[in-house]
């Protein structure tokens, strides 16, 4: 299964046409039986889908020992941890925070093979809250580069986010930057790294998937 044929190639992930569809479907239904209000409100939810689903060009950087954001937002946290549940090693933690306007296509951190993906089911506090990380819905995904290190993706659902997409399974070997999955709607991606890498952001940074460096090899 390749990440492309699931979430495609154009400027909007596939995922998102049936809503657009319906949506777009209310607002010229609203146009032609002169449904003014039910017009403009379909609209407006049309417009906010085709923003939210969004799938933009992103350059990947070209760097081998650049580790990139695996998803767009606000960088809320970055801390030291013993991740005892997939690594079960000590790892350097960064998470990012995605609000509805963020886009929420996830790429891949490094160029790696998946090993493992752990759903784990849970509940919808919203992403920023500290316990989010250890009690919500969340799908985590395991890497591993063709160097031996490897690296723990978690998307968390948040308060809005009651759907995790993934787009490839165990075995799959992808590109540094290419989609793995997206959230649906607003949440949060924590990314461990082995304690040997530098971290090169800071709570309060924003950060682009696929493209913005938020970690290197050393």
Known sequence: M??????????????G???????????????????????????????FLVNFFRNPTRAIPED?????????GKVILVDEVVESEVL???????????NVFDVHVNRAPVAGRVVELIHRPGRYLAAQRGEAA????????LWETEEGHRVLAVQIAGL???????????????????????????S?????????????VKPGDRVKAGSSIVARWE
């Open 64 to 72: 081998p020992d650049a580790i990139v954001a695996p998803a767009d």
């Open 160 to 186: 809005l986010a009651r759907r995790i997409i993934p787009v490839v399974r165990p075995g799959d070997v992808l590109p540094k930057g290419a989609p793995f999955g997206m959230i649906c709607f607003g």
């Open 188 to 200: 949060r991606v924590d990314l461990y790294l082995p304690p040997e890498c530098a971290i090169m």
């Open 134 to 141: 250890r009690v919500n819905e969340q799908l985590a995904s």
């Open 88 to 98: 079960k090693s000590p790892a350097r933690r960064l998470a990012i925070f995605m």
């Open 2 to 15: 390749s990440s492309f044929s699931t979430l495609g190639r154009g400027p909007i992930a596939l995922p």
């Open 17 to 47: 046409y049936p809503l657009i569809g319906a949506t777009g479907g209310v607002t010229l239904a609203g146009w032609l039986l002169d449904w003014p209000l039910v017009a403009l409100l379909a609209l407006a939810a049309t417009v």
